[in-house]
């Protein structure tokens, strides 16, 4: 069976510091992984996704992530955040054999962000 | 272009009570996932729809739960005789057709359902 841990449930860092959210999955097939972020009160935005080619992925709002076959991991990171950085984030993989992917996603517990400004 | 919309956005129901939270897939989307968020958990997956059709319901539980997709309208989930234990936030998301659907979906805001 799939599934996805987080580390880290609650991380408070000042704003400028450097940010790593680990993410480690659980499935031996093909993945497509994810990060979801949630801000208070909102719905999940799609942060960044990753399907196949460059394993470091950028995506919105200066948030990078490396996938590493070998480690089954999908860090999430951010060189310097901000106080609207202060949200939920999540990460989820959709493991699949091809065709037969319905595109459902297994979510990891979820790691909580509180930026000091 | 809306996005995916979900309403009520808050529901209180007595315990057995009916709830029935509503989603309506983004223009162009067939393809509808409910999720269900305890607190202090993830999302958890419970099925997936296509118009008319039920894809994959292994996140479902087996009982008071259904979920459809009508040719026309909304997509319902509907808790029949609802217990304290099933208070959450309940998230639909939808995705375009074809392969669209492994290139990460559009969630909708959510229903909070509290049982009393």
């Known amino acids: 069976a799939q599934s996805v841990s987080q580390h880290n449930h609650h991380v408070i860092l000042s704003e400028a510091a450097s940010l790593e959210l680990g993410c480690n999955y659980s499935?031996?097939?093909?993945?497509?992984l994810f990060w979801y972020v949630q801000y208070p009160g909102q719905h999940l935005q799609l942060l960044l996704k990753?399907?196949?080619?460059?394993?470091l992925v950028k995506g919105i709002k200066g948030f990078e992530a490396e996938f590493i076959k070998s480690k089954f991991s999908f860090n999430l990171r951010k060189p310097s955040v901000q106080w609207s950085d202060t949200a939920e984030y999540f990460c989820?993989?959709?493991?699949?054999?091809?065709?037969?992917?319905?595109?459902?996603?297994?979510f990891g517990q979820g790691t909580t962000l509180q930026v000091k400004p | 272009n809306a996005g995916v919309m979900q309403n009520p956005r808050h529901l209180v129901r007595r315990r057995g009570q009916e709830a029935r939270l509503r989603c309506s897939p983004m223009?162009?989307?067939?393809?509808v996932y409910w999720y269900r968020q305890l607190p202090e958990e993830g999302l958890k997956f419970m099925v997936y729809?296509?118009?008319?059709?039920?894809?994959?319901e292994s996140g479902m539980p087996k009982e008071r739960f259904s979920a459809e997709f009508p040719k026309e309208g909304p997509s319902i989930l509907r808790i029949q005789q609802v217990v304290r234990g099933d208070s959450a936030a309940y998230f639909c998301?939808?995705?375009?057709?074809?392969?669209?659907?492994?290139?990460?979906?559009?969630f909708g805001s959510g229903t909070r359902l509290t049982v009393v």
């Open positions: 998301a939808s995705s375009p057709p074809g392969q669209g659907r492994n290139y990460g979906y559009t």
């Open positions: 989820a993989v959709n493991g699949h054999h091809g065709s037969s992917n319905t595109g459902k996603l297994i």
């Open positions: 729809l296509q118009k008319e059709n039920i894809i994959d």
């Open positions: 499935y031996g097939g093909t993945v497509n």
């Open positions: 990753y399907f196949s080619g460059d394993p």
């Open positions: 223009k162009g989307h067939s393809h």
